[in-house]
């Protein structure tokens, strides 16, 4: 495969490109910013995955991912978000959010993973995942999710879940059907604002309870992290 990082730092940048070169046969280019992402990606023609910062100077991970992705067909995407590991609320199984310090056996998973994801398919994360990284970066703004032939809206204001749409649902209701979905694609647009305001729990709190209330979710530990 084909990876490219994207990381202000240089010194985790050089360090991550080492490992994936020591771990796997895979060629591996580190870039600082979006912009020499983006010169990076008219030059070549081949991407498979996108390593990069969610939020540096000179970096927007998710529109980066967007803008690249209509350059590679099929390109797939993890992210290094800027809270610490120790702040998360829920683990996923087989995430694709790494929060440092990064596990390098999970990272080296996921790039496996990737590797041996079918030509062009869909990037998927889990619903928790995205949500939960939303929040704890205190994004405001709407969140599109995709699966299959349904789509819905979730809400976002300072890190809070404030509002989420299906096509059948509102509220809790669209949240609780959301979830079921498990693994989507999405889309994030900072500048929508919510219609109206029909959440007012913690995101951590109405999802733990959500996510309680489904047994069939098995996929998450819905266990709040000690501290």
């Known amino acids: 495969m084909q990876l490219l990082i994207v990381h202000r730092d240089p010194e985790m940048g050089e360090a991550l490109v080492q490992m994936i070169r020591n771990y796997t046969a895979h060629h591996c ?4 910013n979006d912009n020499a992402a983006m010169d990076w990606g ?4 081949r991407c498979d995955l996108l390593l990069v ?10 529109a980066l991912g967007c803008a690249l992705s209509e350059i590679f067909p099929g390109l797939q995407v993890l992210f290094f978000p800027s809270y610490n590991a120790g702040e998360r609320r829920l683990e996923v199984a087989e995430t694709k959010i790494f929060p440092e310090p990064i596990e390098g056996d999970e990272l080296l998973s996921a790039i496996e993973r990737a590797e041996h994801a079918p ?9 928790v995942d995205i949500l939960q990284m939303c929040c704890l970066n205190r994004r405001s703004g709407a969140l599109q999710m995709v699966k299959d032939s349904k789509s819905a809206l979730i809400y976002l204001r300072s890190g809070k879940i404030v509002h989420a749409e299906t096509t059948t649902a509102r509220g809790r209701d669209a949240l609780a059907e959301i979830l079921e979905w498990k693994l989507v694609e999405f889309a994030y ?9 029909t959440i007012s729990e913690q995101w951590d709190e109405v999802l733990i309870d959500l996510l309680g209330a489904d047994k069939s979710a098995s996929a998450v530990e819905s266990e709040r992290r000690s501290a």
């Open 29 to 32: 280019h580190w870039i600082e």
């Open 42 to 45: 008219r030059r070549h023609e």
């Open 53 to 62: 910062q969610l939020g540096a100077d000179g970096i927007d991970g998710l």
């Open 119 to 127: 030509p062009n398919a869909p990037d998927l994360f889990h619903v």
């Open 189 to 197: 647009e900072r500048s929508v604002r919510p219609p109206l305001e």
